[in-house]
């Protein structure tokens, strides 16, 4: 009987080490190693026109992160409703980082509180990087008698209503600064709309039938220069490089601070180990000779500048909330 027993746990003890060595074996076949990101073509979304500054910047982009990451990255222009489209398209498709957008800040903040969007700003997007900020100046013809931004806002507010001031995209981020600023620095201005973009607003302030207007500096570049136009605040945090000498609106007390983002970005969801990729190259690129040779081309080198994808997403979250009453009270919001 003794003997019967042995034998039974020795049989035993074999089927247990046999299931043990099986399952172990099992777990290092199934076991497999994920090829690393990227392995297949990537599509960079551009939801403007080609041949505008934003797809051309792409085009920058795509073209260095080709060389970078191995696999072709392809512009691929999905335009319509002031980029919703493109932006819509992305941030539904799949989360795996082969399908990526050029973020612009009006889709994140302006267009979504003026008009009703099928994405949600804040949650659907994962913000990879910024790459370039264009700022917003506020801009008076060169023989006004504001030399300075103290005299222009005493002059406005010793005579409430007088002024008008030019401004080409109601509702936009342009617009949105100037209202902010005017808000914090009680001042009452009129505002003249224009519909054929910032160039009428130039032409419209150089021949005085406006005196202010609020606009990016590139957009005014060569009238600064050439001293036809005066440029008094900077609504940024601080004093970019193409005017060194214009104050921001902070040093004068007014923490009025928006721009335009240019940066990449893709679908809430995507791998931090892909974000990381793209994340690092993208930031590399940035350095790179031939993609500042390219910047200069499209207008941005200038205002290259270096955002992480979650200090992105704060300065647009806070350019969202401080828009959202501005557009409400001046009867803008038209989602409903």
């Known amino acids: 009987m003794k003997s019967r027993k042995v034998f039974l746990w020795a049989v035993a003890l074999v089927v247990i080490a046999s299931l043990v060595a099986a399952g172990c074996g099992g777990a290092k076949e199934t076991k497999k190693e994920q090829p690393k990101y990227p392995t297949k073509p990537i599509t960079l979304v551009c939801q403007y026109a080609a041949g505008g500054s934003t797809d051309l910047l792409a085009r920058a982009l795509a073209n260095s992160l080709t060389k970078k990451l191995g696999q072709p990255v392809v512009v691929e222009n999905k335009v319509g409703a002031s980029g919703t489209i493109g932006t819509d398209a992305v941030l539904k498709s799949k989360p795996d980082g082969y399908t990526l957008l050029t973020s612009s800040t009006g889709n994140f903040t302006s267009t979504p509180l003026v008009q009703k969007v099928p994405y949600d700003p804040n949650k659907d997007v994962r913000h990879i990087i910024n790459i370039a900020t264009h700022q917003i100046v506020l801009v008076v013809h060169a023989d006004s008698p504001w030399k300075t931004a103290e005299e222009f806002i005493a002059y406005v507010k010793a005579n409430p209503g007088k002024l008008k001031y030019g401004q080409n995209s109601p509702g936009g981020t342009t617009h949105m600064a100037m209202e902010s600023f005017r808000k914090a620095a009680a001042l009452d201005m009129k505002m003249v709309p224009f519909g054929g973009g910032a160039a009428e607003v130039v032409a419209a302030l150089l021949g005085k039938h406006v005196d202010v207007a609020v606009m990016h500096p590139q957009e005014a570049g060569e009238h600064l220069t050439a001293g036809k136009l005066r440029a008094l605040l900077v609504?940024?945090?601080?004093?970019?490089?193409?005017?060194?000498?214009?104050?921001?609106?902070?040093?004068?007390?007014?923490?009025?601070?928006?721009?335009?983002?240019?940066?990449?970005?893709?679908?809430?969801?995507?791998?931090?180990?892909?974000?990381?990729?793209?994340?690092?190259?993208?930031?590399?690129?940035?350095?790179?000779?031939?993609?500042?040779?390219?910047?200069?081309?499209?207008?941005?080198?200038?205002?290259?500048?270096?955002?992480?994808?979650?200090?992105?997403?704060?300065?647009?979250?806070?350019?969202?909330k401080e828009m959202d009453p501005l557009i409400k009270e001046l009867g803008l919001d038209k989602k409903k």
């Open 235 to 320: 609504f940024a945090d601080k004093r970019i490089k193409p005017l060194p000498d214009v104050p921001t609106a902070k040093e004068k007390g007014y923490n009025v601070v928006m721009g335009v983002t240019k940066g990449v970005c893709g679908p809430a969801g995507m791998p931090d180990d892909v974000v990381k990729i793209l994340h690092d190259n993208l930031k590399a690129i940035m350095d790179e000779e031939e993609f500042k040779a390219a910047a200069k081309k499209t207008g941005d080198f200038d205002y290259l500048e270096y955002m992480s994808g979650d200090d992105t997403a704060k300065f647009l979250q806070k350019m969202y």
